[in-house]
């Protein structure tokens, strides 16, 4: 009888198992600990005046694109325009004429978490042209 070698050897394959998963997992272990710091914000005059939100900020830090979804939803299917936060407060629904009251800096705010963050919204289709709508 011919002596064949095995078709699998356990070692060849636990090796290239090893190596496949370090090439894999290279860039996340070989990044490790060396994230980017959050970019500091600089809020305009208006916005520190003002001292509140719409919501708490680690509220809008977190959720601020879900809030313009809701709030795109209610003005233009039912014609909806006006939200009241948690504590009674009334805000007029809009990007514009709200949000970028405050936040008009939008190179110094807006721009900088995008950025950090690496997305971009589609709200910049229609409002970064018009910051300031009729009322």
């Known amino acids: ?4 070698k ?6 060849e394959v636990v090796a290239g198992l090893v190596i496949f998963v370090l090439i894999i997992t290279f860039p996340f272990w070989y990044n490790l600990g060396k994230a980017a710091p959050a970019p500091e914000l600089e ?5 520190k ?3 509140t939100c719409v919501l708490p900020k680690e509220e809008m830090k977190a959720g601020h694109m879900q809030l313009l ?4 939803e209610k003005v233009v299917r039912e014609g909806n325009r006006i939200y009241v936060n948690k504590s009674g407060k009334e805000f007029t629904m ?24 690496s997305v ?3 709200c910049w ?3 970064v042209d018009n910051p300031k709508e009729e009322k």
């Open 1 to 4: 009888m011919a002596n064949h």
């Open 6 to 11: 095995k078709m699998y050897d356990k070692r």
């Open 43 to 47: 809020l305009t005059p208006t916005a």
């Open 49 to 51: 005046a003002a001292k």
């Open 69 to 72: 979804d809701i709030w795109r």
């Open 94 to 117: 809009s990007l514009s004429n709200t949000c970028l009251d405050c936040h008009s800096n939008k190179d110094k705010f807006c721009d900088r978490c995008h950025d950090y963050a």
């Open 120 to 122: 971009s919204p589609y």
């Open 125 to 127: 289709d229609c409002h």
